[in-house]
């Protein structure tokens, strides 16, 4: 319970910030300085949580991380189901906590769908979304796992290497995709958007759902791979 509980906590705080950020500042190709800011909500909130929540969960709060990590064996289905749970409901309750502000405060939501992805970055493309989310999510997963491990030993730093990286996806995805790289970060947003009227984001979020996984899943293999050599 107290992992179920601290992994919701730290996707709830992951959306709140990282796309409530994007909501104020925009994230179009003419305000620059909104990719950064964005960019940087995402990674810090990582961070923040890694440090706060880590000891407990090992700070997840991503389906697409807790599969990585599953599939390399350090994570039990029983586990894997809850965090999975824990991590949806964590986004919509930070899209919800959003919405509560964004339309009582009457604030204008410069993104349109509550921070929400989608595929007018590459021109509606599927598959270009679809690509651009496998290699994103596989770089971020990577370097999860990598400083992870054990045998690394970076137990103190793994914490802002995560955040930083995630902060560095972000820098290209967001003008593509947005940038997911966590199915849960991608639903949440989308369901609250379609309840307020606004369906497009849930009509293509099927993309940033199995797409990290998969990024994911050749993560974890690969990383498997070379670690079996290195022994």
């Known amino acids: 319970m107290k992992k179920f509980i601290a992994e919701l906590i730290g996707t709830c705080v992951l959306v709140t910030l990282g796309c409530g950020t994007a909501m104020l500042v925009g994230c179009n190709a003419v305000m620059g300085g909104g990719y950064i800011l964005t960019a940087l909500a995402f990674g810090l909130s990582i961070v923040a949580m890694a440090y706060s929540i880590g000891n407990i969960s090992g ?11 599953l599939i390399k064996g350090d994570l039990s289905i029983k586990d894997f189901c809850s965090y999975v749970c824990a991590q949806i ?3 919509l309750a930070g899209a919800g906590i959003l919405a509560f502000i964004f339309n009582t405060g009457k604030l204008v939501d ?18 270009t979304a ?13 370097a999860i796992l990598g400083v992870t491990s054990k045998k690394a030993k970076h137990g103190n730093v793994a914490g802002l290497v995560i955040g930083l990286t995630l902060t560095l996806v972000h ?9 997911s ?6 639903l ?18 099927w993309v940033f759902i199995v797409a990290p ?19």
């Open 59 to 69: 700070c997840h709060v991503n389906p697409a991380v807790s599969f990585a990590f």
């Open 89 to 91: 409901l964590g986004a």
């Open 130 to 142: 679809i690509i651009v989310e496998i290699v994103l999510t596989y770089i971020f997963v990577m």
């Open 213 to 231: 996984l998969i990024g994911a899943a050749l993560a974890a293999l690969c990383t498997k791979l070379l670690e079996g050599k290195n022994e």
């Open 110 to 127: 410069m993104t349109g769908g509550y921070g929400s992805n989608g595929v007018s970055g590459v021109g509606d493309n599927y598959a």
């Open 188 to 205: 949440g947003p989308a369901i609250v958007a379609a309840i307020d009227g606004n369906s497009d984001p849930i009509k293509c979020v």
């Open 181 to 186: 790289v966590n199915p849960a970060r991608s």
């Open 171 to 179: 820098i290209l995805g967001i003008g593509l995709t947005g940038t």
